[in-house]
């Protein structure tokens, strides 16, 4: 009602997982997003009929909707690895696990949502419906828009996985036998998703705790000691059906057959899709326990050009980055087939293949060392600083940056777009501001940078 001459900005909230104050605004309004959830969530489709869908709040859990689509054998295609998520904050990114290979992002597989404007009008939009603010709110940092519902496609969800890794000491046929995987038309996996070791100790004794070595002897053998190694994480799901897991598991072995990875090096355990899903949540609460989860988590997230991995992975891998005790380093190749360019997510251009590389360093409160918040955001710019001087053509995935001509550098060609549809559905820049993409200004004009 106050138009123009507002100062009022919102800013949609989570469960708090941004890195840099994006679901923040000084002097504002917050919404807590959890709060929003007037219905319950109804599932559609069962028995058949129908593509079966959920339609839920944007404000809730994945981890809810994986409990109650499980209770009519159905389950989201595709996922984050952390579930504790809302279906908004995910979905104003990309989305992205193991299964994206395969099924694309999570904002790949939204039939609908339920929008509120900056303008405050309140609009269902859907490929046929709205059509331009639907695929701008997917992957948009919450800059034309606040999902309040959305419809989520779903499929026969499995009952068991087997969860396998096995460890390779060179990166380039690490990501060989990766690609092969997700190049493949016959569904060797479910899930394809890999991490970086830098000098770890005792690696395949804390792997036992879950796993159980295909050839114990060997492995009991194996040093991680000073080693850059490479994990290869792979899942195949089925039911609990004995013929057609013996089938299944001579696929596996017919699959883990072609890879190149060190033998004695296999370990695999078989885990309900429910557990395999929710496996980080297991992770944080360990950490709660000891005090350790609510600290600094000065994160890096990049998509990498499939043809400039080896280049990165030789630059950062051991040189820059040199330990990778304080939290997970993951690597993992996704198809660019299966994400929709008319979304805002950003990719890199031209490639059909690019990585996923998330650096997810926890800080320790206090430290002014190497595991001290200063020190891993500076080791984070050397890492960007690197690629850019490199010319890898990178894109920062969860992006962060401060200036406008740094934006429309990430944007690419998408920042007209990007541009023309804040000034439509946000003309005063309420929206987000903790993005630091458009100023609060009274009209964004496409026309003022």
Request: hydrophobic share 35%; glycine share 8%.
């Amino acid at each position: 009602m106050m138009g123009p001459h507002s100062q009022l900005t919102v800013a949609a909230r989570g469960r708090g997982h941004s890195l840099q104050g994006q679901a923040q605004t000084r002097h504002g309004i917050v919404i807590h997003m959890e709060s929003l959830q007037p219905q319950k969530l109804k599932v559609h489709g069962v028995g058949g009929g129908t593509t079966p869908f959920v339609d839920v709040s944007g404000g809730e859990l994945w981890i809810n909707i994986l409990h109650e689509t499980l209770k009519y054998g159905l389950a989201p295609k595709s996922w984050t690895d952390y579930l504790h998520l809302t279906v908004g904050g995910t979905l104003s990114n990309a989305g992205i696990s193991g299964q994206a290979f395969r099924h694309g992002p999570q904002i790949s597989n939204v039939h609908q949502l339920e929008v509120v404007t900056g303008k405050g009008e309140i609009l269902n939009c859907s490929e046929r419906q709205n059509s331009d603010l639907f695929h701008g709110v997917l992957g948009g940092l919450g800059q034309f828009g606040i999902i309040t519902r959305a419809r989520i496609a779903l499929e026969p969800a499995p009952t068991m996985v087997k969860w396998m890794r096995v460890l390779y000491l060179d990166f380039a046929a690490f990501a060989r036998d990766q690609e092969r995987l997700i190049s493949s038309d016959d569904d060797k996996f479910d899930y394809i998703e890999g991490f970086v070791i830098i000098n770890r100790t005792g690696l395949l004794d804390s792997w036992r705790l879950s796993f159980t070595p295909e050839d114990p002897i060997e492995a009991s053998k194996f040093k991680s000691d000073g080693r850059n190694l490479y994990c290869l994480e792979v899942a195949k799901y089925f039911k609990l059906d004995q013929d057609k897991k013996d089938v299944m598991n001579q696929e596996v072995k017919e699959s883990l057959s072609e890879l190149n990875y060190i033998s004695s090096t296999l370990f695999s355990s078989e885990v309900t899709y429910q557990e395999f899903l929710d496996r980080v949540h297991v992770s944080e609460m360990k950490l709660r326990s000891k005090g350790q989860w609510e600290v600094p988590h000065p994160w890096l997230n990049l998509l990498v050009p499939r043809s400039r991995v080896n280049e990165f992975a030789k630059g950062v891998f051991g040189n820059i980055l040199t330990d990778t005790s304080n939290g997970p380093v993951i690597v993992y190749p996704v198809n660019k087939s299966k994400w929709d360019n008319r979304s805002s997510a950003v990719t890199p251009e031209e490639e059909e293949i690019f990585y996923l590389v998330a650096i997810l360093t926890s800080a320790v409160p206090g430290s002014t060392g190497k595991d001290g918040v200063d020190q891993i955001v500076k080791r984070n710019q050397r890492i960007l600083e690197f690629s850019e001087a490199a010319g890898l053509g990178l894109k920062q995935y969860l992006p962060h940056y401060t200036t406008r001509h740094e934006w429309r550098s990430h944007f690419g060609p998408k920042w007209d777009d990007f541009v023309r549809r804040k000034s439509r559905y946000d003309p005063f820049a309420m929206l987000a501001p903790g993005q630091r993409i458009f100023e609060k200004s009274p009209v964004v004009s496409p026309h003022s940078s």
